[in-house]
């Protein structure tokens, strides 16, 4: 099999806000941006965003997103994990490579974020300063673009400064808008 990625190598990892789990960030040895259409057809459930080139799924229990020469994983069990779903990831891009004359290329997203998976972001203090009793209904309103994070005014607060930082990034690289300056 002749190999497109050579080596997928961490170059961070850090606490995550679930406790207990960690987070990475890896670099790819190659620009992986032209497979990410053949990616986003073999890999079912993910969320693949052409304006920001980013493709971004889940896989053992992680929250995975890839970049044209990184790598970005949160809720990871550990180090071991970490590694194990980046072989299994470098391999994936090199089957694709290898057989993308055989797939068709799939240039939209194939799900729309769940109100779980912002909610996970949120401070889950159900204040009501959104306007919405609770905050997994603020999080309904934000998938469908109804309500801005930006009426969260908890989020803002240093407390919730992990949370809002990798909520924005999930918003950002799955197409949603998001504000700027934060």
């Not at 972001?121 to 994070?149: W, Y």
């Not at 240093?158 to 950002?172: D, G, H, V």
Request: proline share 6%; charged share 25%; with cysteine.
């Amino acid at each position: 099999m002749e190999k497109f990625i050579e080596s997928i190598t961490i170059t961070h990892i850090l606490p995550c806000v679930v406790p207990g789990k960690i987070r990475f960030h890896a670099d790819l040895s190659v620009d992986i941006s032209p497979l990410m259409p053949y990616l986003n057809r073999l890999m079912k459930g993910a969320i693949y965003t052409q304006k920001t080139l980013t493709l971004t799924f889940k896989k053992e229990g992680g929250l995975i997103t890839l970049y044209p020469r990184k790598v970005a994983g949160g809720q990871i069990e550990n180090i071991e994990l970490a590694h194990r779903i980046l072989n299994w990831l470098k391999g994936l891009v090199n089957e694709c490579y290898e057989n993308k004359d055989k797939i068709e290329p799939l240039y939209e997203r194939q799900v729309q974020l769940l109100p779980l998976d912002v909610y996970k972001f949120l401070p889950q203090t159900n204040c009501k300063k959104c306007a919405e009793e609770t905050c997994l209904a603020f999080a309904v309103k934000l998938i469908v673009e109804s309500k801005s994070v930006m009426l969260c005014p908890d989020l803002f607060t240093p407390t919730y400064a992990e949370k809002r930082s990798m909520l924005f990034t999930l918003l950002k690289d799955t197409g949603y808008s998001t504000p700027s300056g934060f």
